[in-house]
């Protein structure tokens, strides 16, 4: 139940689904639907627009998503060049919200660029309490770019409050008060199905060992080495499933590399998975792999975690609540080795769901509710 809803929220991010795209930011949605029960949340999500690039009419400026107001202004950016003015067009188009900003309490705002550049500057016209959580991109990419460092440097420093998503991003960021609070799991989407029912569902092999990737970046989750750590294990008894798609010519790449190595048989390309039906993908493994150079908070641990599969994650790919209880954290060079020690583990499923249970969207609403009240009562 809603607590008097004094403190009213205005969120600004382009990481939020839409109409169109449902999938997108999910993790920022589930954030705020959590976040809603304990204060009056509004969202800006802006999309990005050229008038040359046709982008099929994008969603309406205003929609629902899950009882939360959300509009949709366009910011201009040009594709691939001159991104280091996007926070300034991001800023522009957020100013018809000037009656939104002087009415909300604290702005939260989400990905340090432009995202949460343009929304600093829009806070600081009204001087209201502004709220930054860093993601991963922001820091290990736009943060060390010449041409956006200092900016997203200046916005974090002078910010009422920063949080991160992980211990590891925190440290990147020098700044002492950086709070840490950490991404939940949807513990109503992501539950532990019966592994026959779930093989069933997807149509594999009840008789294989089945490892699990979900990710759309195949380079940066690491899939190639994925692939190569599959070839290294020489066994017919597994099956990689490879959930996620990336642009076409990565997609001809690791089909090539698959093809190369003859391992048709042994990974099988699923592409795109809606939502609803991943619980089936993570219940059906045996294991779940992340071998990502970069992360910032690995969702996709927490909800193979709360489907009661253990994982096995790169040391790169930010798994650091992955304990021995849970999976195991690997050095690339030693990934096909811990596949298969991960393989041969008997895992105790009830702790590996007591852990999921333990980190709902409702714990990190909670936490993120009381940082806010201190913020806006200093």
């Not at 899939?223 to 959930?243: G, H, N, P, Q, T």
Request: net charge positive.
């Amino acid at each position: 139940m809603k607590q008097d809803l004094k403190v009213k929220v205005l969120s600004i991010t382009s990481l939020f689904p839409n109409c169109i795209n449902r999938t997108r930011g999910i993790f920022v949605l589930n954030r705020l639907k959590a976040l809603s029960k304990y204060a009056d949340i509004e969202v800006i999500a802006p999309i990005p627009w050229f008038p040359f690039f046709k982008n099929g009419g994008g969603p309406p400026f205003f929609e629902r998503i899950e009882g939360i107001k959300v509009y949709h202004p366009k910011f201009f950016s040009i594709p691939k060049f001159f991104k280091s003015l996007d926070g300034l067009f991001f800023y522009l188009s957020l100013k018809k919200f000037r009656k939104k900003a002087m009415n909300s309490d604290i702005i939260d705002s989400h990905l340090g660029w432009p995202d949460s550049y343009g929304a600093w500057l829009f806070s600081r016209k009204y001087r209201k309490k502004f709220s930054v959580t860093l993601r991963g991109s922001d820091v290990h990419f736009w943060a060390k770019q010449k041409s956006t460092s200092h900016k997203i440097k200046n916005m974090i420093f002078r910010s009422e409050k920063v949080i991160s998503v992980s211990k590891e991003l925190k440290m990147l960021v020098k700044r002492k008060d950086v709070e840490v609070i950490s991404n939940g799991v949807d513990l109503e989407q992501f539950v532990k199905v019966s592994k026959v029912k779930a093989r069933e569902k997807i149509g594999a092999d009840g008789r294989k060992k089945i490892i699990l990737a979900v990710g759309n970046s195949f380079f940066r989750k690491g899939f190639f080495d994925l692939v190569s750590a599959i070839a290294e294990l020489d066994s017919k008894e597994i099956l990689l499933l490879i959930v996620g798609k990336d642009k076409p010519r990565v997609h001809s790449r690791i089909v090539s590399k698959i093809d190369r190595l003859n391992l048709g048989k042994r990974i099988k390309l699923i592409g795109k998975v809606d939502n609803d039906l991943l619980k089936y993908y993570y219940s059906a493994a045996d294991i779940s792999v992340l071998a990502s150079y970069k992360e910032g908070w690995p969702n996709v641990l927490m909800e193979s975690l709360a489907c009661g599969t253990p994982c096995v994650v790169t040391k790169e790919a930010g798994g650091e609540f992955i304990t021995d209880s849970l999976g195991i954290v690997t050095s690339r060079r030693d990934l096909a080795k811990n596949i298969k020690k991960a393989l041969d583990k008997k895992w105790d499923t009830k702790k590996i769901l007591k852990f999921a249970k333990e980190n709902s969207w409702d714990k990190t609403a909670r936490k993120l509710f009381s940082s806010f009240e201190k913020v806006i009562k200093s």
